[in-house]
Each structure stands twice: as C-alpha cells, then as structure tokens.
C-alpha cells in the first residue's frame, strides 16, 4: 500500500505561527539529536528562544512550513517538555506537523539540510501533571 505524504497533515494557522516567531534577532541552536532513516538526517535542535527547531522530510505538494518525522526523533527532546505542534501519524512510524520555516540565515548555515528536507520553528512547552503521579501502587 502506497501512502500520500500530505494525506494526512494538520496546518496550524500561518498567523500565529509568524506571531510566535517575529523576533528578530539571530537564533542560537543546541544540537539535541539526530535520526537518519533512509539516507535521510532529521534533526532536532533547542533554541535560545525557548522553542524548537525541528528538521524533516518535505512533504510532496506542501510548502516548506510541513514536514515529516520519525516518531524516534522525539526521544531526543528536552526532558520533561514536548513540542508544541500537533503531530499526525502516518501510520508508518513517522509524524507530520508544521510550524514556521527557519528563515535565518546564521541558523540554516549551522545545519546540514539536504535538498529533500527543511527545517521548522515549533513551541517548546513543558510537561504539566495535575495531582499525584501514577505510582503503580495501590492506595
């Protein structure tokens, strides 16, 4: 079976997402981690900005701003944090998501991005429990 990379996709509104985004300034990566699968090199980096840069696939009749990742990739976020995007399944161990294309120039010179893939800005939010962890334990 055959799979449509941009069958299944969610955009986040292109609005918000250049608000979130709109700073101005230069963009100080830290390299997290990285997952090669198939020749392929997505990469995740933390920003200076309390975000995320998140490097994937293009996916094919979408714009720069959709990518597609492997589900491993996510192991190398920041503890206790996740990303800020919604996430679809393909289906066959990857994720596509959106977020605001890395457009600075400083940034993209740091990063490795062959021409099948491009890189997005996303939210960096931490994890939030509301009462008592589960323990396993009885009560």
Do not use: C
């Not at 985004?21 to 392929?40: I, Y």
């Not at 200076?48 to 597609?68: F, H, L, M, P």
């Not at 161990?93 to 800005?121: C, K, N, Q, W, Y």
């Amino acid at each position: 079976m055959t799979h449509n990379r941009s069958s299944r996709h969610h955009r986040e509104p292109e609005e918000n997402r250049r608000k979130l985004f709109a700073k101005g300034s230069v963009m100080r990566l830290t390299f997290l981690g990285k997952e090669t699968q198939g020749g392929g090199s997505p990469t995740l980096f933390a920003t200076d900005r309390g975000t995320y840069v998140v490097q994937g696939w293009k996916v094919a009749g979408q714009s720069d701003d959709n990518i597609e990742i492997p589900q491993r990739l996510l192991a190398h976020l920041e503890p206790h944090t996740y990303l800020g995007a919604t996430l679809s399944d393909s289906g066959r161990g990857t994720f596509f998501l959106s977020g605001a294309p890395v457009t600075d120039a400083e940034a993209l010179s740091r990063m490795d991005i062959p021409g099948h893939e491009a890189s997005v800005e996303v939210p960096k939010h931490k994890e939030v429990w509301f009462g008592e962890p589960a323990t396993g334990r009885g009560v």
